[in-house]
């Protein structure tokens, strides 16, 4: 007991016994989880294991049935809304890229930015100078200057999910949740997204959840595994792809 | 409706209580002949008097006379002031001896004059037919004259009742004439301590009507009585309020299963396929106008199947139905999966064009739909009425559901139908032709609206409008059971309109269906995925 | 900031629109008013009526098409909205006729006499007074739309959903105003009306009046609907539209923001609505019925949703189609009202302005991929052709 106390300290995410069940099937089955602050955490885990509804309990789309969910050690989020949880500071990329195809890359970023966002503020906004100038360095960031008056929609597969992260950055979150990031990407793409991950790292709190285990290995850092719900395994890669049960569960012989 | 049926049994009453003549004709001794020939004279007041008299006589012979004279079909000579009854033919009257029922030759319009009749002479009229015919030998008859004496007593049948008790073999019948007498004895110089009798007996029978008797009759009745007649009506209501819940409950039973029938279609096309139909409605329109069109075939070519028409009009309605839904599904809404609003408005153009091409063919006004005779007429379960079309209707719709369940869980269509709903996209990589089962549930849950129609051809008004009534109930039926769930439909259904007869009484039939709407919607913000929804992981996106 | 957000709205198209508008809100009158009959320029009164209903159908189809070409939210009840607008016009008309009324009772209209009653229901307090009835045009639909959409879409009903439950409203509130004892009365609802303001209603003048207010009512909401589209809270919306969840991960309150439009929106309706009963001369219930709000969503589905002149253009163009063909051939209206459902979804999704619109930009978009393909060459080629996908 005395280690969590210790972990409660300085945690920026902490989960403990969460489950949740629908119709009688188990999706998280006493889950506990920390994020520490500045942390690069990947999770991994078979279909099923429970990560994108670990997720959902995160963001408040999905309330869980028993359990703790503490953002920086004293904000309960089961009892916030999306809205409340994104003004928060923690961001969300979906698996499929989500962004609004009928705006232009400008225009998605200037939504994503993190000011007031209230009727009417929004009705009488006006971009400024600093707003400008932040856009653009995010422009900068996911190396889309050259494309800011296209529309979304005319984006390619791979560019899609780099403006959804530049949306993110855009939200200033203090942590982000990444699921699947590098799916349907090529490899020199997923490469890129790698270094663009870290990047973004050094600067708050990320958590991806992927499958491609090369891709992981190339971030290099803490793994989580989950199955059926719970905590499998954690540690560094090497340590974990070595559990005989991560083995049984997921990677396969 | 109920007038017209009771009508046609008595005219059967009439044609077999004269095949067996006189057999009555021991009353009192003036003769029938003179006394009717005397209402040509006769006012209001001696026109009654007088057909008390003719009751008196106990001639069943007598009853097509009082009922053409209740129907305003007697009439007089001018020449000699002989009363006849007439019918119309041509510039004419053929006139018909009113006691033999013998032909007596025709007679210019202007030759005879009509008998005046006014609804306190048809009242009288009705319980001395009731009378008359208490006699008879047929079984069913007497039954129904105890009946009518039931409805309209009168102090005059008292003696004719008392004779035909004391003769009655069979226990129902006799039930019922004793209940009569009671009833008639109430209004009669008997005794105080026979009326104080006869409260009992009606108190022992019960029922609303029990109730308005002993209502009427307090005022007249001797005021001794008053304390049992108060007892008797306390006693009766007591009874009567568990019958009363009851038949409140078989009321919204029997709108829940109209409920059901407008939108079992709609489970599968809306429920299953996801597809807003609009047109849905049509769909049950259409199914009414093919029972329409099947009747009128049968009238013209064969009469005697009458009573097979709304047998013979299912699998019509179901196929003409089906392949409208089919032709809609290719035709239209193929091509707008996914896109639901789409799908809604160009279903909204689909019924515009149907009703418009009903209203073409068949005119802007009511159709007349007959009722078969298995489907007329009521019977009592203890205090409450049940009607036999509202029995049909709700094992029908009862039936129509189960088949429906049978055919979605148990047969291969069904199973292809789940297996496309829940993944297209591997239902077709294992061989299932998708866009054919689209199609063909779509033209499913369309022939089931059209076997709705049928069935609400018997209790709605057959309009090229009658979808449009239909559409937004089915819709919150659907969406308040759940979509994507049958039971949830069945459920839904049953509820509403269990809901929908109890908020009646309190505040009214147009106000109850407001409460009943502004609850739905308030519910389907509370569960917006209705009553029996399917709980899973939060879809994305 | 708030000339900026006017300023916003005063794009070439819009100014063009208002400016045909308002040109045809003083032409008309004038050569209705300042012309003979016998002129070749004379524009009958009753021809002014009836373009001046087009236009309160444009500004209901405009109402329409801020919540549902930009927020997404399909609403069958404007319609609604409509006639609730229009029974506070109609309230007011009815305390101006006053004595004149067939019972000549000084304060209870006609059909109150008629049902015994003995004094005026206190919801017609106030009615008698005009700047009284116009703030009730814009918040009785504002405020059934505020009460209705603080519900649904805080529960997040969405979609056909929605698209139910606002006609189970339109059609509760359709049954209701059937009753004699609300107090509207009626199935015959309220018509018989005198004056609007002290001028009488069937005069040449009042009604170049209504109709220059209808078009200049009409090109206002078109300024403002222009102004809240082209905002940041535009964007929102368009976003709300397309990706409703990634809107609520960016922290926005989706609920808030669809909750104004809608109110805004039903606002609008309630403006043409009033501006509609004094040049019919009648409201009745059936305006709430079900089917007039989803004619509602064909004006504007052809017109092109998404797009703001269209669902003006659309609404005169099936009206005009609608009038042309209920004289000339009644039986074939419903067809092709019918028919126009069926096409547009299929064929022409983005409606006549959207298609107009989408073509013009696809050429453009066409253009500037040359001048790329010349100025950067290789690399940006491939992404094009990807993007193209």
Redesign the interface.
Known sequence: MNTISETRQKSLLYLENVSVS??GFK?LNSLSFVVEPGELRAIIGPNGAGK??MM?IITG??RPDTGTVLFEDTIDLTRQDEADIAQLGIGRK???P?VFESHTVWDNLELALNRSRGVFATLFYTLSPEDKARIEEILETIRMIHRKDEYAANLSHGQKQWLEIGMLLAQEPKLLLVDEPVAGMTDAETAETAVLLKEIAKTRSVVVVEHDMGFIRELGVKVTCLAEGSVLAEGSIDFVSNDPKVIENYLGR | MMIKFFLRVFFLCVVSALALPSYAQSGAGADPRSLIDALSKADFGEAEKLIGQLAATGDARLVPALNAFSEGDLYFRKSDNLVFIGKSAGSNYELIDPVTGASAGQAAKNAVTKIKINNSLRRVIRSAMGGLTLLSPDRGVRLQAADAVLRSPSAENLELLETAISKETDGEVKARMVEARAVSLLSSDRSVDEKRAAIQTIKNYGGRNAIGILMGASASLDPSLKADVDAAIASIESGQRLWDIGQNVWYGVSLGSVLLLAAIGLAITFGVMGI?N?AHGEMVMLGAYSTFVVQQVIRDSAPGLFDWSLAIALPVAFLVTGAVGFVIERG?IR??YG????????T??????L???I??IFGPTNQEVGNPSWMSGSFPVGGMTITWNRMWIIAFSLSIFVALLVVMKKSSFGLNMRAVTQNRRMASSMGIKTPWVDAFTFALGSGIAGIAGVALSQIDNVSPNLG?SYI?DS??VV?FGGVGNLWGTLVGALSLGVLNKFLEPSVGA??G??LV??L???F???R?RGLFA?????V?? | MISGFVFRALEGRIVAAVGILLAIGILVPALNLLTPPDSALHIPTYVMSLFGKYLCYALLALALDLVWGYCGI?SLGHGAFFALGGYAMGMYLMRQIGSRGVYGNPILPDFMVFLNWKELPWFWYGFDWFVFAMVMVLVVPGLLAFV?GW??F????????L???T???T??LL??F??NDMGFGGNNGLTDFKDILGFSVQADGTRAVLFFMSALMLSLCLILASAIVRSKFGKVLVGVRD????VRFLGFRVENIKLFTFVVSAMMAGIAGALFVPQVGIINPGEFA??NS?EV??WT?VGGRGTLIGPIIGAILVNGGKSFFTGAFP?IW??A??????A???FL?KGIVGTIQHGFKARKALKAAAEAEKGRGGTETVAQAQAAE
């Open positions: 629908f119709d999706a994108t509804t959902d789309k999905t979906f698996q499929k989500t | 807003i609009m239209v091509f707008l896109r639901p609003l789409e799908t809604l408005l160009a909204w153009g689909v019924s515009l064009i009703q418009q091409t209203r073409s449009q937004i819709f919150m969406v147009v106000l269906k407001i709407l502004v739905i919607i308030l389907i913000q509370k917006p399917l709980k899973g992981r939060a994305e996106a | 399909l209705f519900f649904a805080r529960s997040r009903v969405n979609g056909v959903y698209s139910i439950i006609q189970a409203m059609y509760a049954l209701a059937f009753r990706a409703e969840s990634r079900p089917a989803i969503v064909v589905a039986e419903l067809f009202l019918g028919g126009l459902f069926i547009v979804t299929l999704p």
